[in-house]
């Protein structure tokens, strides 16, 4: 069963019940109201769209930025331990420096 098309005043044939006017009208309505929901939903989903690509681009930002602070750790991670160990290395030579030499005899404990 096929639905029956709504009366517009090209298919109302009362002419007198004044039934196709207020039908057009309802239709007009109708129309307007379903152009502007869609409008809105376009425009609506134009945004979303928008804000997708923008947070996938802070996102790559984001993951770059990540990236380059792991870099900076690391190396400042490398140079603090290269400062240690030629503090490590010049405390040694300071240490072998002012030690007595191996062939001059250390004192004993008990002896006067």
């Known amino acids: 069963m096929k639905p029956s ?5 090209k298919t109302c044939r009362s ?3 004044g039934r196709g006017k207020k039908e057009a009208e309802k239709l007009a309505k109708w129309e307007s109201v379903g152009k502007e929901i869609q409008d809105a939903t376009n425009k609506y989903n134009a945004d979303g769209d928008r804000s997708a690509k923008k947070a996938a681009a802070l996102e790559l ?5 990540r990236a380059a602070k792991e870099k900076l750790n690391r ?3 490398e ?6 160990l030629g503090k ?5 030579r300071k240490s072998k420096s002012s030690a007595t030499p191996r ?4 004192p004993r404990r008990g002896a006067r």
């Open 61 to 65: 930002e984001l993951t770059t930025l």
């Open 88 to 92: 490590s290395v010049a405390g040694q």
């Open 79 to 84: 140079l603090a331990r290269q400062v240690e």
């Open 75 to 77: 190396e400042a991670f």
């Open 5 to 9: 098309p709504v009366p517009t005043p």
């Open 103 to 106: 062939w001059f005899p250390t």
């Open 15 to 17: 002419t007198r019940c």
